[in-house]
């Protein structure tokens, strides 16, 4: 079901004449800067149901739907999987089946970590949790981190396994901006726990899960090959962000967004500024580029940390959820069904294209 897609060169006439931020919609805004076009982007699979999370292990990719289920593809074969989970999945907006990462053991132990939204009493929450594959059926097995605010929007969501080997997890404020200064809750932060689900013993509050805090709503997590680790974050209205994570920091909201700077918080190493937005989730690095899924950017942005320079890989291919890197491909998914986007036939899609 593969078919090449040509990048039209009417992306490029989009472009001229943007010369003001002024009543302009996100895609205008975004394409002020100078853009790529990519030879060729190939479609993998299609019909995918609000896609969130691009995984892989050997030849099969593994992509993850907000409604609970996991899409398995395999050269011309999709498949999808239903996920069993133990709690009422939630159908609110933006929650759902979100995070998904395959352990490192995932060929000989068939596990993998998920984030999930999930309803009960009339009140909802997420949690973290193992899911094993039995009889070609994910099944929720054990319980790592659980009732963590949902509110109702700013679930965060995003799981890495981290090259110190511990699962991180992006958390938002759940729609209470307070929270991420509070460093007894674990909304608006970056978590990070141990594999089995206890805490590490180096984390930097004691028995805490907390890693960094002042976090509005991150979906992005992506290390360096020389162990930088980065972030990609909502900003309110505007003020995106993409943020180098360190141990133990404060990254200011609600005390702060945008370029703003006050004494012991970390201000953006890349903002999208007052008067654009990115709508940033997914996020990879490959030789000191990262590449940033972007929603309302609908683009794969693109930042140099060498040259502190923002570009656009590709765009026109609406609201843009994940993008994950192997070998010489970048994978990416549309999330044009999310109920914020405009889906055309066949949406949403998996697609690759080389670099």
Not at 152 to 158: E, K, L, M, N
Not at 175 to 198: C, F, H, M, V, W
Not at 258 to 277: A, C, H, I
Request: hydrophobic letters at 35%; one cysteine or more.
């Amino acid at each position: 079901m593969r078919r090449m897609i040509p990048i039209l060169l009417l992306v490029i006439f989009l472009c001229l004449g943007c010369t003001s931020t002024e009543g302009k919609d996100e895609r205008k805004v975004i394409q002020e800067e100078p853009l790529k076009v990519t030879p060729n982007v190939e479609v993998i699979a299609e019909q995918l149901h609000t896609p969130w999370s691009i995984e892989k292990s050997d030849t099969a990719l593994y992509v993850a739907e907000r409604p609970g289920n996991i899409v398995k593809i395999t050269e011309d074969v999709v498949e999808r999987q239903q996920v069993l989970l133990k709690k009422d999945l939630s159908s609110a907006p933006e929650a759902g089946l979100l995070g998904f990462v395959l352990a490192p053991d995932f060929t000989t132990t068939y596990i993998a970590y998920a984030y999930y939204t999930y309803e009960e009493e009339s009140a909802q929450f997420n949690r973290v949790v193992t899911l094993t594959l039995i009889d070609n059926k994910w099944q929720e097995t054990d319980l790592l981190i659980d009732r963590i605010q949902s509110g109702t929007y700013h679930h965060g969501g995003r799981l890495k396994i981290g090259p110190d080997s511990k699962l991180y997890v992006t958390v938002g404020d759940a729609t209470q901006p307070s929270l991420a200064q509070d460093l007894d809750a674990l909304e608006g932060k970056i978590l990070r726990l141990n594999l089995d689900g206890s805490i590490p013993n180096d984390n930097p509050f004691p028995r805490s899960y907390v890693y960094s805090y002042g976090h509005r709503n991150p979906q992005g997590l992506a290390w360096a090959t020389d162990g930088t680790m980065y972030a990609s974050e909502h900003g309110n209205a505007a003020n995106d962000e993409i943020n180098v994570i360190e141990k133990g920091k404060n990254y200011g909201w609600p005390l702060m967004e945008g370029t703003d700077k006050q004494q012991r918080m970390v201000t953006p190493l890349f903002t999208s500024g007052p008067s654009k937005t990115w709508a940033p989730s997914g996020i990879t690095v490959v030789n000191d580029r990262l590449y940033v899924a972007a929603l309302r950017g609908t683009a794969v942005l693109t930042f140099d940390m060498s040259k502190h320079k923002q570009d656009v890989l590709l765009s026109d291919f609406g609201r843009i959820r994940d993008v994950f890197m192997d070998d010489s491909y970048l994978y990416f998914i549309s999330n044009n069904t999310d109920g914020r986007g405009n889906p055309q036939p066949d949406d949403d899609k998996l697609y690759r294209t080389p670099l």
